[in-house]
Antibody
């Protein structure tokens, strides 16, 4: 079955770094663009970053641009999020998710399968 | 970016009743690219509706979506006990994709 498993979260001091991973299985990972979406404690959902199916284009929300880097290894069906210069406001559960539609389809930015999330806490 | 405002913030209803949740966009949503998710405590979001009115795989037909332009609605007929949760709308027609702040549906 389709599955996404995030890992790499933890507690880090302000200014520190973390690298999140998302292992995908059960679908043709290399044909889907993939996002990271986060949710601060008790708050709503917030899109963080998106990478095209082949890694050719990457998109970030303004507040993480220049600090976070999204990447993927299609040979290992894995998505990554490198987070540098972390701030308290980055504290959240980070999810990867699979879109309904494959690359360049109208449903490439709506998500029908989500991982369980990995918690990132930025605190001194 | 498109701001989505959901109302009401909290909706208190009893099982068996119908629910109407609203999502209003700050500008017109391109091609009706509007989705709805349900999230229960400690769980990831679950896609209910996409393309304004298409039900996702496995979603019961008591969930339905409608709307256009800037006003969208999620309707749940005959609430079941497992339906009580937080609901989010999402637009994916314009960059960046954005989510509403959520409506909490609680048991009265």
């Amino acid at each position: 079955q389709v599955q996404l498993v995030e890992s790499g979260g933890g507690v880090v001091q302000p200014g520190g770094s973390l690298r999140l991973s998302c292992a995908a299985s059960g679908f043709s990972f290399s044909t889907y663009g993939m996002p990271w979406v986060r949710q601060a404690p008790g708050k709503g959902l917030e899109w963080v970053a998106f990478i095209r199916f082949d890694g050719s284009n990457k998109y970030y929300r303004d507040s993480v641009e220049g600090r976070f880097s999204i990447s993927r290894d299609n040979s290992k069906n894995t998505l990554f999020l490198q987070m540098n210069s972390l701030r308290a406001e980055d504290t959240a559960v980070y999810y990867c998710a699979k879109p309904v539609g494959g690359a360049d389809t109208s449903e490439g930015l709506v998500f029908d399968i989500w991982g369980q999330g990995t918690m990132v806490t930025v605190s001194s | 970016e498109i701001v989505l405002t959901q109302s009401p913030g909290t909706l208190s209803l009893s099982p068996g009743e119908g629910a109407t949740l609203s999502c209003r966009a700050s500008q017109s949503v391109t091609s009706r690219y509007l989705a709805w998710y349900q999230q229960k405590p400690g769980q990831a979001p679950r896609l209910l509706i996409y393309g304004t009115s298409s039900r996702a795989t496995g979603i019961p037909d008591r969930f339905s979506g409608s709307g256009s332009g800037t006003d969208f609605t999620l309707t749940i007929s005959r609430l079941e006990p497992e339906d009580f949760a937080v609901f989010y709308c999402q637009q994916y027609g314009d960059s960046p994709i954005t989510f509403g702040q959520g409506t909490r549906l609680e048991i009265k």
